[in-house]
């Protein structure tokens, strides 16, 4: 890897051309000692947010029509690029965000896999929904019409990058990812906590794009830390959608502002939950202090800056339960301080602890204190399940490394508190053989209101699989329908277009018959294609 391929010139990347026309610069700072990092960058133009759509629009069609094998060679190519970027990128990104090296290394596998997952998914082509229902002219009393459908590409899509991920779910995550799978071409709004990261990123994918010999604007970076900047691409008439991973403030204003336009577009926003862990009578009093060790761990990972955090446990007021408290307690209190990922998550994580400590009947068991600029440390709250209904505060989402325990008195308060929830990403169930009608009472509950149910375990931490649902009922996202992680993700942007009475040589080749396509299709009714067929 050359020296100039890692250099960060403090641009927008605007398909194969750089621009520095804004007059406004920023800078990272280091979360650790709040010392701001070189260089400057520049802050993106009305002009140049319009140039990137621009570009992006133009390049849409052409790079549909590549194919899905020439599509697939160029996501492998990306994570071939990011991973020739080597340290100094993982240097960059620890410098930025405060995450160890070890944790950025185990992210970088994570988006560089992403990648390559969703080239496979590409080439199997199965997302693409293929159906055919051939005619019948002489059916009475109406001929029937041949008619066969798959998705295309939605167009332009614009990513917003996240802080918490600086790698897996911000340049070339898997929004972004599943973005170009599609067949869409990519707008990423670099997060301004690391822009750093995010240019030597964008760099790779230009790269990428040139080696592979994509359309120019197949993908574009701007940055900027003006919230006027990702106002002008949500608002931009060729932005087809918006993939976002944040605050819920900062997802519903960009929702409303893609209803408000002319013509709405969909806003996939991941905006967090308080991912609640029902922790059931019998398998606490198997083990309280294990499971408040564990819960420690889970709390504090990561500085508590994963959007699957157990913000609430909830669990019975007995002997066990407390035992599992004093244990959680200790166990929290001997985790040393850390840095967050920037100031604002610091005072927006104090900020929400004080607003629920002040509330009545709130109890606080250990104090999230630290010295460090942007540090924090673990801290352990809990609240009457009564108290927990009635308060609307107790509810919301505390970003950091904190856990509010929510007390029951019976089994017919810790249903009240299930049904209470509103919309999760996950939701946690831990329970014994003695608990199983308990279980089954809370199951259905819980998959009504998250897009992820685990038995056992903890939900920090989210498998990239086919499998794999990250979403949920809002608040927890925009669209409970959909996921962003996992190969499913790459039906946000797509949409399905019907074709009727065609002739044959103008199909697309997947919808012909006898084209060889090793996509799974439905052909009158009946699948066609056995997986061991497919390639």
Same mark, same amino acid.
């Given at each position: 890897?050359?020296?100039?391929?890692?250099?960060?010139?403090?641009?927008?990347?605007?398909?194969?051309?750089?621009?520095?026309?804004?007059? !406004?610069?920023?800078?990272?700072?280091?979360?650790?000692?709040? $010392?701001?990092?070189?260089?400057?960058?520049?802050?993106?133009?009305? @002009?140049?947010?319009?140039? #990137?759509?621009?570009?992006?629009?133009?390049?849409?069609?052409?790079?549909?029509?590549?194919?899905?094998?020439?599509?697939?060679?160029?996501?492998?190519?990306?994570?071939?690029?990011? @991973?020739?970027?080597?340290?100094?990128?993982?240097?960059?990104?620890? #410098?930025?965000?405060?995450?160890?090296?070890?944790?950025?290394?185990?992210?970088?596998?994570?988006?560089?896999?992403?990648?390559?997952?969703?080239?496979?998914?590409?080439?199997?082509?199965?997302?693409?929904?293929?159906?055919?229902?051939?005619?019948?002219?002489?059916?009475?009393?109406?001929? $029937?019409?041949?008619?066969?459908?798959?998705?295309?590409?939605?167009?332009?899509?614009?990513?917003?990058?996240?802080?918490?991920?600086?790698? /897996?779910?911000?340049?070339?995550?898997?929004?972004?990812?599943?973005?170009?799978?599609?067949?869409?071409?990519?707008?990423? $709004?670099?997060?301004?906590?690391?822009?750093?990261?995010?240019?030597?990123?964008?760099?790779?994918?230009?790269?990428?794009?040139?080696?592979?010999?994509?359309?120019?604007?197949?993908?574009?970076?701007?940055?900027?830390?003006?919230?006027?900047?990702?106002?002008?691409?949500?608002?931009?008439?060729?932005?087809?959608?918006?993939?976002?991973?944040?605050?819920?403030?900062?997802?519903?204003?960009?929702?409303?502002?893609?209803?408000?336009?002319?013509?709405?577009?969909?806003?996939? #926003?991941?905006?967090?939950?308080?991912?609640?862990?029902?922790?059931?009578?019998?398998?606490?009093?198997?083990?309280?202090?294990?499971?408040?060790?564990?819960?420690?761990?889970?709390?504090?990972?990561?500085?508590?800056?994963?959007?699957?955090?157990?913000?609430?446990?909830?669990?019975?007021?007995?002997?066990?339960?407390?035992?599992?408290?004093?244990?959680?307690?200790?166990?929290?209190?001997?985790?040393?301080?850390?840095?967050?990922?920037?100031?604002?998550? $610091?005072?927006?994580?104090?900020?929400?602890?004080?607003?629920?400590?002040?509330?009545?009947?709130?109890?606080?068991?250990?104090?999230?204190?630290?010295?460090?600029?942007?540090?924090?440390?673990?801290?352990?709250?809990?609240?009457?399940?009564?108290?927990?209904?009635?308060?609307?505060?107790?509810?919301?989402?505390?970003?950091?490394?904190?856990?509010?325990?929510?007390?029951?008195?019976?089994?017919?308060?810790?249903?009240?508190?299930?049904?209470?929830?509103?919309?999760?990403?996950?939701?946690?169930?831990?329970?014994?053989?003695?608990?199983?009608?308990?279980?089954?009472?809370?199951?259905?509950?819980?998959?009504?209101?998250?897009?992820?149910?685990?038995?056992?375990?903890?939900?920090?931490?989210?498998?990239?699989?086919?499998?794999?649902?990250?979403?949920?009922?809002?608040?927890?996202?925009?669209?409970?329908?959909?996921?962003?992680?996992?190969?499913?993700?790459?039906?946000?942007?797509?949409?399905?277009? /019907?074709?009727?009475?065609?002739?044959?040589?103008?199909?697309?080749?997947?919808?012909? !018959?006898?084209?060889?396509?090793?996509?799974?299709?439905?052909?009158?009714?009946?699948?066609?294609?056995?997986?061991?067929?497919?390639?």
């Amino acid at each position: 890897m050359s020296n100039q391929a890692l250099e960060m010139s403090g641009a927008q990347l605007l398909g194969d051309t750089e621009s520095r026309n804004g007059r !406004d610069t920023f800078t990272a700072v280091d979360p650790c000692d709040a $010392k701001a990092l070189a260089p400057q960058f520049h802050a993106a133009t009305a @002009e140049e947010v319009e140039r #990137a759509l621009e570009l992006a629009a133009a390049a849409h069609p052409a790079f549909e029509a590549l194919g899905r094998e020439r599509r697939a060679q160029f996501l492998e190519a990306i994570a071939a690029e990011i @991973e020739a970027l080597g340290a100094p990128l993982l240097e960059r990104a620890n #410098a930025e965000t405060g995450l160890p090296l070890g944790r950025l290394e185990g992210e970088r596998g994570r988006t560089t896999g992403q990648l390559r997952l969703f080239a496979r998914t590409v080439r199997a082509g199965d997302y693409l929904g293929l159906r055919i229902d051939h005619g019948d002219p002489k059916r009475s009393p109406l001929p $029937k019409p041949d008619v066969r459908s798959m998705a295309h590409a939605l167009g332009p899509v614009v990513v917003f990058g996240a802080s918490n991920f600086p790698l /897996a779910f911000s340049v070339a995550g898997g929004d972004t990812a599943a973005a170009l799978a599609a067949g869409c071409p990519v707008v990423v $709004k670099g997060h301004p906590n690391h822009p750093g990261t995010s240019e030597l990123v964008g760099r790779a994918i230009v790269r990428a794009a040139r080696s592979t010999g994509m359309p120019a604007g197949v993908f574009s970076l701007v940055q900027g830390p003006a919230p006027e900047v990702g106002e002008m691409l949500v608002q931009h008439p060729a932005t087809r959608a918006v993939a976002f991973t944040g605050s819920l403030r900062g997802g519903r204003a960009l929702f409303d502002l893609a209803q408000r336009r002319p013509v709405p577009i969909p806003v996939f #926003a991941e905006m967090g939950s308080v991912n609640p862990v029902f922790l059931l009578p019998a398998s606490v009093a198997a083990d309280p202090v294990a499971h408040g060790r564990a819960l420690a761990a889970s709390v504090t990972q990561g500085v508590g800056q994963f959007c699957t955090n157990p913000g609430l446990i909830v669990l019975r007021a007995d002997g066990a339960g407390e035992a599992l408290l004093a244990s959680l307690a200790e166990a929290l209190s001997a985790v040393p301080e850390a840095p967050l990922l920037h100031a604002g998550i $610091k005072r927006g994580f104090e900020g929400g602890l004080a607003r629920l400590a002040a509330r009545e009947r709130v109890k606080v068991h250990v104090e999230a204190k630290a010295e460090g600029p942007c540090h924090a440390r673990g801290a352990l709250l809990s609240i009457p399940a009564q108290s927990f209904l009635d308060e609307p505060v107790a509810h919301e989402e505390v970003f950091g490394p904190s856990t509010l325990a929510v007390l029951c008195s019976d089994e017919r308060e810790l249903l009240a508190v299930a049904a209470s929830l509103a919309g999760q990403l996950t939701a946690t169930l831990h329970a014994a053989t003695d608990d199983r009608e308990l279980v089954q009472a809370l199951i259905p509950m819980l998959a009504q209101r998250a897009g992820r149910v685990l038995f056992g375990g903890y939900p920090t931490g989210v498998e990239v699989c086919d499998a794999m649902v990250h979403g949920g009922p809002y608040p927890a996202t925009t669209d409970s329908r959909s996921t962003s992680v996992g190969t499913n993700a790459i039906q946000r942007f797509v949409r399905p277009v /019907a074709y009727q009475n065609f002739p044959e040589e103008l199909l697309p080749a997947e919808l012909r !018959d006898g084209s060889g396509c090793t996509a799974l299709r439905l052909t009158d009714g009946v699948y066609d294609a056995r997986r061991e067929d497919r390639v």
